[in-house]
Antibody, heavy 120, light 108 residues
Framework: EVQLVESGGGLVQPGGSLKLSCAAS????????MHWVRQASGKGLEWVGR??????????EYAASVKGRFTISRDDSKNTAYLHMNSLKTEDTAVYFC???????????WGQGALVTVSS | EIVLTQSPGTLSLSPGERATLSCRAS???????LIWYQQKPGQAPRLLIY???SRATGIPDRFSGSGSGTDFTLTISRLEPEDFAVYYC?????????FGRGTKLEIK
């Protein structure tokens, strides 16, 4: 069974840092592209970024709103993707989801979401 | 970046009716790499359509996607009670992979 489980959310002050984890199971993690998507309360979805596989040199791409502050990484030995968030702003407050598309199954999977609250 | 404009913002229909949702891109979406999602309160989004017109695994055939270039449409042929939700389009043809702001499909 495919599962994505996020952890690491919480309350952080403006300017602070936080690291989210996305633990994956049930599929070949090392060959998969992992995405992060966020959603502020009552608002729409916002794509945060993605990390490609080792075959594509772990290339990353980011939304303009987080570029230079957020970094996506992965540890294929632990089947885990990470979202490192620095210089957090109040507008970064949201539920953060990790997501993967599995072409062999013709569907995608999402984690349950991790709530990040940036407030003083 | 590509801006996706979804219309209408809210659509009020009754079960059994046909729903037509629009997603217009500010520039052509490469290879028609467009996704439609459904999201219900408190849940992660559910991917319905990828590549503008291909149904994901397990998605009922009352959901269909069409369009190319800059104009895309999600059609729900006969609304079931469980279809009332918010629908988002997302393009994945060029980074950043932007979302539309969503269409809320509500019961009339």
């Amino acid at each position: 069974e495919v599962q994505l489980v996020e952890s690491g959310g919480g309350l952080v002050q403006p300017g602070g840092s936080l690291k989210l984890s996305c633990a994956a199971s049930g599929f070949t993690f090392s060959g998969s592209i992992m995405h992060w998507v966020r959603q502020a309360s009552g608002k729409g979805l916002e794509w945060v970024g993605r990390i490609r596989s080792k075959a594509n040199n772990y290339a990353t791409e980011y939304a303009a709103s987080v570029k230079g502050r957020f970094t996506i990484s992965r540890d294929d030995s632990k089947n885990t993707a990470y979202l490192h968030m620095n210089s957090l702003k109040t507008e970064d407050t949201a539920v953060y989801f990790c997501r993967v598309w599995l072409g062999e199954l013709l569907r995608d999977y999402w984690g349950q979401g991790a709530l990040v609250t940036v407030s003083s | 970046e590509i801006v996706l404009t979804q219309s209408p913002g809210t659509l009020s229909l009754s079960p059994g009716e046909r729903a037509t949702l629009s997603c217009r891109a500010s520039q052509s979406v490469s290879s028609n790499y467009l996704i439609w999602y459904q999201q219900k309160p408190g849940q992660a989004p559910r991917l319905l359509i990828y590549g503008a017109s291909s149904r994901a695994t397990g998605i009922p055939d009352r959901f269909s996607g069409s369009g190319s270039g800059t104009d895309f449409t999600l059609t729900i042929s006969r609304l079931e009670p469980e279809d009332f939700a918010v629908y988002y389009c997302q393009q994945y043809g060029s980074s950043p992979f932007t979302f539309g702001r969503g269409t809320k499909l509500e019961i009339k």
